[in-house]
């Protein structure tokens, strides 16, 4: 697998906590990566926002980043989040991630400083000239207080090992841009619109929802980016839109920890300031995990 592009759909894991929260249940982490390859998915991403990486400590990432690469042996690509306000810290992090046999490191901006373009050269480059693994980069306004447009983008894919993004602006059209602006630099890896980001030439999907569903997910992506087969994707889409209001907004990880829950394979509440989905919304979600049949597949995974 070493050198090979990173293609498809990846799940931006979430972390499994004890009851309480006090640790992290790496029992359950381990389970849940067996889960994702035996269904399909071709990669993992442990610590992202979904998987509350500014709520661990510098242990806890580390047993994180052991147990995913561990237990995936080499059958998908495992990139690790290692986004921080610092860069001396995102040096270390991934330098961490590449000793402990990761495949990848996904990177978003410092969050609080609003990096200017020359900023991001330089804290970009410095993890570049530390380490030797691919870099996704990561283009969250929302969250990072920063916004790489496609422009911007075609100056960082210039620095070396920066070789995807991750674009999760809800700007489609963003994708078209990148495409063109970056050649083949920088492919694209749609963050929220992976159905639509498909069409216009991303190769990958960083997902939340195939927490969940990674088969389903990994086949819509699949359908709509390498076979081209517009009815089987969309038919696919339609029947994975249930569930993706349950894992977006402010409860992609509450919906996602929750559905968890419902599927019989828990993996714990979130860590405060996040506080579990609300048992009015459990009905709710359940229903929609029941249409989808994944309350049943959740319970022959369980056994």
Sequence with gaps: MAGEPFRGCYTVLITPFTEGGDQVDLKALARLVEFQIREGIRGLIPLGSTGEFLSVSPDERTAIVETVVKTAAGRVPVLIGTGAEDTREVVRTSKEAESLGADGVMIIPPFYSVPTLPELMHHYGKVADATGLPIMVYNNPATANVDMTPEMLAE???????????????????????????????????????????????????????????????????????????????????????????????????????????????????????LPLPGADMPKLAAVLQGMGLLAEGARQAA
């Design 156 to 274: 960082i894919s210039r620095i070396p090992n920066c070789r995807y993004v991750k674009e999760s602006t809800l700007e489609v059209t963003r994708v078209r841009d990148i495409v063109e602006l970056c050649g083949d630099r920088m492919e694209v890896f749609a963050g929220v619109l992976g159905y639509e980001s498909a069409w216009l030439g991303a190769i990958g999907w960083v997902a939340v929802c195939s927490n969940l569903a990674p088969k389903l997910s990994t086949e819509m992506f699949h359908a709509a980016a390498f076979d081209k087969d517009m009815d089987r994707a969309l038919a696919l889409y339609r029947k994975l839109m249930p569930l993706l209001p349950w894992v977006g907004g402010p409860r992609y990880v509450s919906g996602t920890k929750a559905g968890f829950r419902l599927m019989g394979m828990s993996m714990g509440d979130p860590r405060p300031p996040r």
